[in-house]
């Protein structure tokens, strides 16, 4: 099974400081077919459901922020908020998705507080 | 508006059965792929189980054999069926609608219900 792994587990950054969270996943989401990575990241506040914020590992979604962003490729990402708002203060997730059989795998969720 | 609505939660002894319903609004449960996830009460996200439009189904190794997920195209609504319930099936079931652009498939969840929550205790 594939296995992701964020780090950190928990984050607090001042605002309008840059948030960097990272995600690794125990084999490649690359497709080379189409050269795209199959992950993705959601942000989840308290009581609600996840919100889809990239997928692609790069690609925001429509209507999020741009200081959003995603990088990365194979099997290291890295999701980046470029000036923290207090807003983004939630739980983050990566999540990947493998094709023989279809499965989906989410990491254990990184905690982004306001320093 | 493009809405997803679970119901069917509850309580529920250890070994018993509950059925979930996902109803789609704003799409047609043709159209894309749908999924599940669950979070335990405190604990991160957890696939559970995907239906394609085609009617493939694929599942989580720790539900394979007890759930099963299927739709109603006449009622426009995704249902997880799940059997032979163990005290840690306990979580809050999301549906999630797969995200596609055109007839690509993004491997992401774009449209999330608010969930149902499911205890299984004696």
């Known amino acids: 099974d594939i296995v992701m792994t964020q780090s950190p587990d928990s984050l607090a950054v001042s605002l309008g400081e840059r948030a960097t969270i990272n995600c690794k996943s125990s084999?490649?989401?690359?497709?080379?077919?189409?050269?795209?990575?199959?992950l993705a990241w959601y942000q989840q506040k308290p009581s609600q459901p996840p919100k889809l914020l990239i997928y692609?590992?790069?690609t925001r979604n429509s209507g999020v922020p741009d200081r959003f962003s995603g990088s990365g490729s194979g099997t290291d990402f890295t999701l980046t908020i470029s000036s923290l708002q207090a807003e983004d203060v939630a739980v983050y997730y990566c999540?990947?998705?493998?094709?023989?059989?279809?499965?989906?795998?989410f990491g254990q969720g990184t905690k982004l507080e306001i320093k | 508006e493009v809405q997803l609505v679970e119901s069917g939660g509850g309580l529920i002894q250890p070994g018993g059965s509950l059925s979930l319903s996902c109803e789609i609004s704003?799409?047609?449960?043709?159209?894309?792929?749908m999924t599940w996830v669950r979070q335990a009460p405190g604990k991160g996200l957890e696939w559970v189980s995907v239906?394609?439009?085609?009617?493939?189904?694929y599942y989580a190794g720790s539900v394979k054999g007890r759930f099963t997920v299927s739709s109603d195209i006449s009622k426009n609504t995704v249902y997880l069926h799940m059997n032979s319930l163990r005290v840690d099936d306990t979580a809050v079931y999301y549906c999630?609608?797969?995200?596609?652009?055109?007839?690509?498939?993004?491997?992401?969840?774009?449209?999330w219900g608010h969930g149902t929550l499911v205890s299984v205790s004696s």
């Open positions: 999540q990947q998705y493998h094709g023989s059989p279809p499965t989906y795998t």
């Open positions: 999630a609608r797969g995200a596609s652009v055109g007839f690509r498939a993004l491997s992401a969840f774009d449209i």
């Open positions: 239906i394609y439009a085609g009617g493939s189904t």
């Open positions: 084999q490649s989401v690359l497709d080379t077919s189409n050269n795209e990575n199959h």
């Open positions: 704003g799409f047609t449960v043709t159209d894309s792929y």
């Open positions: 692609w590992a790069s």
